[in-house]
Nanobody
Framework: QVQLVESGGGLVQAEGSLRLSCAAS????????MGWFRQAPGKEREFVGYIVWRNGVTVQADSVKGRFTISKDTAKNTVYLQMSSLKPDDTAVYYC???????????????????WGQGTQVTVSS
């Protein structure tokens, strides 16, 4: 059974930092694309970034570029989202997702992903 479990969310002051983890289990994800998305109340799910597990290539949304970093630990089957210089607008539920390789569409879209975690809340106070 495939599972993605996020952790590390919480309450942080503006300009603070948090590191989210996404532990993957149930299959090998070495060829997958691991995405991070977020969803604020009343808003659509928003792309944050992704990492290609095979080669470590990362892509971030413009809104987080320079502040958020995605990394992986293959031995732990875990991907991370390091968030710095957090702003109140970053407040949302953060989700990790796994997308199959060789998808012909856009990995910036939720439809590219087959598996999703349950989400972890990040709240940034001003």
């Amino acid at each position: 059974q495939v599972q993605l479990v996020e952790s590390g969310g919480g309450l942080v002051q503006a300009e603070g930092s948090l590191r989210l983890s996404c532990a993957a289990s149930g299959r090998t994800f070495l060829s997958y694309v691991m995405g991070w998305f977020r969803q604020a109340p009343g808003k659509e799910r928003e792309f944050v970034g992704y990492i290609v597990w095979r080669n470590g290539v990362t892509v971030q949304a413009d809104s987080v570029k320079g502040r958020f970093t995605i990394s992986k630990d293959t031995a732990k089957n875990t991907v991370y989202l390091q968030m710095s210089s957090l702003k109140p607008d970053d407040t949302a539920v953060y989700y990790c997702a796994a997308g199959a390789p060789f998808y012909s569409g856009n990995y910036r879209l939720p439809t590219a992903y087959d598996y999703w975690g349950q989400g972890t809340q990040v709240t940034v106070s001003s």
